[in-house]
Each structure stands twice: as structure tokens, then as C-alpha cells.
């Protein structure tokens, strides 16, 4: 079944050591146990977004995902979350054979802190010229996510950077390509350019195993591509990673609060890497009001573009199902041409 797709995926596939390569996004206060432990149990690789979490809330997210799947799951962290090292100490306790470093340049010594344990480090490269250097540094994967991704995103769309990246390295890397994939035409077209797999978020956020609210899921369905903005920077001199989240009142705070931490900066009240993770954490408190709490006005809604094509709640297991379908269709007809 999905011959074509299986076969196409299948480094991606032994890497992560699930049944098909597709990976969840790692999306704060909605991928953790209940969601990562469907993917993973569905045949996908679902990846916990520690986010903010203190080391003792890792440690529990982690084993309660273990108790709810037996099959291969990662864990995602910010790399300039302060207790990086701790985490990663947590992750080595339990055996975590994948770990994601998000949210830029991994700090000197993490990459291999990860790898004595054994455990497999994967690696997000917004260029080539990085993508080349994680590789030297000792990455074992990476995902190219453009811009047309929900939450942190790059400058680039993910039609360039596949164009870019895949054709020099994925011939003898695995790499993984995001944002903005929603149907299975797409991850075949990727696939067949040399992709080893994908990842996807925004299609997995309103699954039935999903723990966001109704009201957050239900924002999703009315949307449509263009209402998924990426915020704006108000100082050149605060280096804030856009984000794209559905527009309400909640991305007029950023600029607000942007303009609040810019403010201390100024005055000499906080140094830069204080700045920026008070942005990190107003990003993470107003998630939560949204996927936890159901506040759509003031919260953030994280979203990627593809979110037109989030209309419906249903079962982890049929997301994937579609999109295998619709993969491995698109592959018979080519191969038919």
C-alpha cells in the first residue's frame, strides 16, 4: 500500500524510525503527549515543543507521552531557552532518540551533549550556507521550513529553499522540508525533488486528539490563507523572529510590547538576550491564552498559510491517511505520464 510514497520515504523513514516520514511540527501547548503520541501511534513522528518548559515539566511530558505510545517519538528545543543544557539532560534520562533544536544556532556544546547520549540531532537551516554547517557541526537531519510556516518563520518561501537546499544536499543527507504543506500533491512533489520526508503543523492542530479549545480549532476553520499574517518588527535594533499567527487584537499587543522591551533596552534596564525572551515568553503566554484557555481576540493563533485547507476536526490517523492518498496518487499519475 502507498508503494511509491513508502519507497520514496524510506530514508526518512529508517531515520526517524517510523513507519512513514512525516514529522509534526513542534507547536507550544498543542504538541504535547496526547497529539504526539496519536502521530506517533498513526505511523507519523510526533515531536513534544518543550517551549518554555522548566526541566521537571519535560520530564513529565515526556513520560507521560511514553505511557501512551510505544513507538518513536522526538522532543523540540528552543536554543536559547536558559536551562538548554538541563533539557537535554532530561531528554538523555529517558532515552529520546530525536531531538529538534529550534529558534536558532545551536550554542557551542549542545549538539554534542545530545549526541553522547546517542540520541539523534535534527536542525532547522534557513540557508544553504548554514544548512552546510550544521551538517559540518554534527547535525544528522535538517528541516528547510519557508516562510509560509505558522509560528517562528524565515524570510523565504519554502518553494526556494527546497529548490536551493534540496538539489546540493539531499542526495546524501536526510532533509526534511516544511511550511505550508497541507496536501499530499505537495509532499510528492518534494519527495520526488529529494526530499527524505516532510513536517507539517498547522494541518495536525485541529485533530480530534488535539487538546487546543473549540474556539481555537473553530478560528482555524474560518480562515483562510491570507488571514495567516506574520507580525511586524517595530526596531531593527530588537532582533524579533517574525511570527505568523491569524490577525486579531492579539498581534496589535506584540507591537505594543515590542515597543515596551525596546523601551528597557533603550534605558539600559535589560541586556539583549533578556529582550529577547521576554518576546519569547509574551509569545508563549499568548499562545496559552488562545490553545488553552480559548481567548481568539487577545491570544496568539499560530498558523501557517495552509491553514485555508483546515476545515473539519478528525482523527490524526485520517489526516495521514488523506495525505498518503493524495501522495501517492499524485505519484501513480506521473509515473503514468
Known amino acids: 500500500m502507498y508503494t511509491r510514497t513508502k519507497s520514496l520515504m524510506a530514508r526518512g523513514s529508517e531515520f526517524l ?13 498543542v504538541s504535547e503527549r496526547n497529539l504526539v503520541s496519536a502521530i506517533s501511534n498513526a505511523g507519523g513522528f510526533g515531536v513534544i515543543a518543550c517551549g518554555a518548559m522548566t526541566p521537571d515539566l519535560l520530564d513529565a511530558e515526556i513520560a507521560g507521552t511514553r505511557a501512551l505510545t510505544g513507538k518513536p517519538f522526538g522532543v523540540n528545543l528552543i536554543t536559547m531557552h536558559p536551562q538548554l543544557f538541563e533539557l537535554i539532560e532530561v531528554c538523555a534520562k529517558h532515552r529520546v532518540g530525536h531531538v529538534v533544536l529550534a529558534g536558532g544556532i545551536p550554542p557551542k556544546g549542545s549538539v554534542e551533549a545530545i549526541k ?43 518553494s526556494v529553499l527546497a529548490q536551493e537546499i534540496l538539489p546540493a544536499l539531499a542526495e546524501e543527507n536526510i532533509v526534511f522540508v516544511a511550511g505550508g504543506v497541507g496536501r499530499g500533491e505537495a509532499i510528492a512533489g518534494y519527495l520526488e525533488m529529494g526530499a527524505a520526508g516532510v513536517q507539517l503543523g498547522t494541518r495536525f492542530a485541529c485533530a480530534t486528539e488535539s487538546i487546543a479549545h473549540p474556539d481555537f480549532k473553530k478560528a482555524f476553520f474560518r480562515a483562510s490563507a491570507r488571514d495567516a499574517v506574520t507580525s511586524v518588527q517595530v526596531d531593527p535594533r530588537l532582533p524579533v523572529i517574525p511570527v505568523r499567527a491569524l490577525k486579531n487584537k492579539g498581534t496589535e ?25 521576554q518576546i519569547e515568553h509574551f509569545w508563549a503566554g499568548a499562545l496559552r491564552r488562545a490553545v488553552i484557555d480559548g481567548d481568539v481576540e487577545a491570544g ?38
Not at 524510525?17 to 501547548?29: F, K, T, V
Not at 544528522?140 to 518561501?157: C, R
Request: contains cysteine; hydrophobic residues 45%; negative net charge.
Open 253 to 277: 499587543e506584540f507591537t505594543a510590547k515590542q515597543i515596551e522591551v525596546a523601551g528597557k533596552l533603550d534605558r539600559g534596564e535589560i541586556e539583549m538576550g533578556e529582550a529577547q525572551l
Open 300 to 337: 496568539s493563533i499560530m498558523a501557517g498559510q495552509s491553514v485555508g485547507m483546515v476545515t473539519r476536526e478528525e482523527p490524526v490517523a485520517e489526516v495521514i491517511a488523506t495525505l498518503l492518498e493524495e501522495c501517492e496518487a499524485a505519484l501513480s499519475r506521473r509515473n503514468a505520464a
Open 17 to 29: 524510525g517510523s513507519e512513514w516520514a512525516i514529522l509534526c511540527g513542534a507547536m507550544s501547548w
Open 116 to 158: 553522547q547520549s546517542g540520541a539523534r540531532v535534527i536542525c532547522f537551516a534557513p540557508t544553504l550556507a548554514l544548512g552546510k554547517k550544521l551538517l559540518r557541526s554534527g547535525a544528522d537531519a535538517l528541516v528547510i521550513e519557508g516562510m509560509e510556516a505558522g509560528g517562528h518563520i524565515g524570510p523565504v518561501s519554502t
